[in-house]
């Protein structure tokens, strides 16, 4: 991919010609009197995260006069590309906030900076191994996982009540088996069983696999992924291709959505129930009719009550070309304290992944269903692709089209699998020589 030429051409530019732009940058920003200022890119999009994300550096900006940060507004859209020309220019932010299983590249060529030993010690200790995996790329730490969000099922209480079937819970989930009997019993004149909005089918359909042990990523000894798509990994989508296809309880229409768009038909009755990301629960607080009932399930187990799925953190991280690392590492173990961490939580209406802060009632009610995402926490893993260079390319031109066509009825599972192995190996292979 072009993107990723360019970036190994910016990374390979002379240590000497690299430094140049920091120290401008150093000038630019170290005042006569000694301040720093300290720039924070932040992805921070819905208002109440917003609000959050600047009173937490206001509050920083009033106790800490010698280091200020600067808040800078920055898009989820285009923020890869972006980052790109940042690094390349030599001048980034120097704390970054992005996800998890966009750091790779960033990581690996040397434009992040390693945080094992900048992060205070409650930080460290706060946050799980399983979530410090996730932004763990070879011996080194290149983010703080700090948000993260498990896939759930947004349900019509009313026709879960008219259909009869058994409610699951976080302690006592549906396996997939269930879920697709519960699917049929719900599918009436008028009413699909389940939406499934598939118009990004991949990170849905790897993370819930995880449930049934699908890997699909596989690192052998001389640390070369390759790809397979076994049993395990063809459990989920076989469930969702029969739903789409011979039990008529999925709506075919949905293949082309994005989870917003199918929530004018779950209010509506169309969609009993729409496996979303947690989030999504904002959305159906701020737009269902009044009178809408619904309620937040957890995602089907797999074999034995497996109930873990992958997810891809929220991050935070500092540029290699920073010159004060120190002082952002600083602002990040502030920013991150419990009491912040569930504030942000709740600005962004995700789960944090401190130890402490998930354990704060206002993340325990059962209200809008943030009970059950926090008794979810614990089977949270990294996303299969998470450290897979070359994952990209193959999501975007062999993994998106195979399971768009498979779900659409227009190939097999043979097919598809000899699409997703055979020509995923062959694009693995470029980034590992």
Not at 23 to 48: I, K, M, N, P, Y
Not at 56 to 71: C, D, G, M, T
Not at 196 to 209: C, F, G, M, Q
Request: hydrophobic share 40%; with cysteine; aromatic share 8%.
């Amino acid at each position: 991919m072009r993107r990723r030429h360019f970036l190994a051409g910016a990374l390979a530019a002379p240590a000497s010609a690299a430094l140049l732009p920091a120290c401008s940058a150093d000038r630019r920003r170290r005042s006569a009197d000694g301040t720093v200022t300290l720039r924070f890119q932040s992805l921070a999009w819905q208002q109440e995260s917003v609000a959050a994300n600047k009173q937490l550096v206001a509050e920083w900006n009033e106790a800490h006069p010698k280091i200020r940060v600067e808040y800078v507004q920055g898009s989820w859209t285009g923020v890869h590309d972006q980052l790109l020309t940042a690094f390349e220019g030599g001048d980034p932010p120097d704390i970054i906030h992005d996800a998890t299983d966009d750091l790779a590249d960033f990581a690996y060529g040397g434009s992040l900076a390693d945080l094992t030993d900048l992060l205070p010690r409650r930080l460290r200790e706060d946050i799980p191994p399983e979530s410090w995996r996730t932004a763990t790329f070879g011996d080194g730490v290149f983010g703080v996982p700090f948000l993260q969000e498990p896939r759930v099922i947004m349900a019509n209480r009313a026709l879960l009540e008219a259909a009869r079937v058994r409610v699951p819970t976080a302690r006592d989930p549906w396996s997939w088996e269930e879920f697709e009997e519960a699917a049929k019993r719900l599918t009436r004149k008028g009413t699909y069983g389940v939406a499934w909005p598939l118009k990004e089918p991949v990170s849905a359909t790897l993370n819930l696999s995880l449930s049934t042990g699908g890997q699909v990523f596989h690192r052998g000894a001389d640390d070369k992924v390759t790809i397979r798509f076994d049993a395990a990994d063809q459990a989920v989508p076989a469930v969702i291709h029969r739903q789409l296809g011979a039990d008529g309880t999925g709506a075919r229409a949905t293949l082309s959505m994005g989870g917003s768009d199918t929530l004018p038909g779950f209010f509506g009755g169309k969609y009993a129930m729409v496996p979303l990301g947690f989030s999504y629960r904002q959305q159906i607080v701020q737009q269902a009719p009044e009178g809408f009932e619904w309620t937040v399930l957890p995602a089907p187990a797999g074999p034995g009550g497996e109930q873990r799925q992958g997810v891809s953190p929220q991050t935070l991280s500092i540029a290699q070309d920073s010159p004060y690392k120190e002082e952002a590492a600083r602002f990040i173990g502030f920013f991150l304290r419990p009491r912040n961490m569930v504030r942000l939580a709740l600005g962004d209406w995700l789960l944090p992944t401190g130890t402490r802060a998930l354990a704060d009632p206002a993340l325990r009610t059962r209200e809008h269903g943030w009970a059950t995402g926090a008794a979810l926490a614990s089977a949270l893993r990294p996303a299969p692709a998470q450290a897979v260079r070359g994952y990209p390319e193959w999501k975007d031109k062999i993994a998106t089209p195979g399971l768009q066509e498979y779900y659409g009825g227009e190939i097999g599972m043979e097919e598809l699998r000899d699409r997703l192995v055979k020509d995923g190996n062959l694009v693995l292979a470029r980034y590992q020589r």
